[in-house]
Nanobody, 116 residues
Framework: QVQLVESGGGLVQAGGSLRLSCAASGSIFSINLMGWYRQAPGKQRELVAIIARVGTTNYADSVKGRFTISRDNAKNTVYLQMNSLKPEDTAVYYC??????????WGQGTQVTVSS
């Protein structure tokens, strides 16, 4: 099993910044993809950003230019730097790690609330 511990959520005013972290532990073999997803009330969970082991990234159009995903492979940790936050970024943010045939795992979620 893989355990994911997320941190860094909270309440921030529009235009502010937050940095999310997600540390993986347990049965770690080789994590290919690490990503962040979010789910707002009444909406489906959506991809925010994803990063491959070699550093290739992909972002949702709504966060391009404002959010930056990064990872530390030695620490099995993924980060999400969120700048210029907007009220529409309010959601529960979930970390996801994918070990291919060894399975994919979700964090417990961390609340991000952006006030106008």
């Amino acid at each position: 099993q893989v355990q994911l511990v997320e941190s860094g959520g909270g309440l921030v005013q529009a235009g502010g910044s937050l940095r999310l972290s997600c540390a993986a532990s347990g049965s770690i073999f080789s994590i290919n993809l690490m990503g962040w997803y979010r789910q707002a009330p009444g909406k489906q969970r959506e991809l925010v950003a994803i990063i491959a082991r070699v550093g290739t990234t992909n972002y949702a159009d709504s966060v391009k230019g404002r959010f930056t995903i990064s990872r530390d492979n030695a620490k099995n940790t993924v980060y999400l730097q969120m700048n210029s936050l907007k009220p529409e970024d309010t959601a529960v943010y979930y970390c996801n790690v994918d070990q291919g045939s060894r399975g994919a795992y979700w964090g417990q979620g961390t609340q991000v609330t952006v006030s106008s």
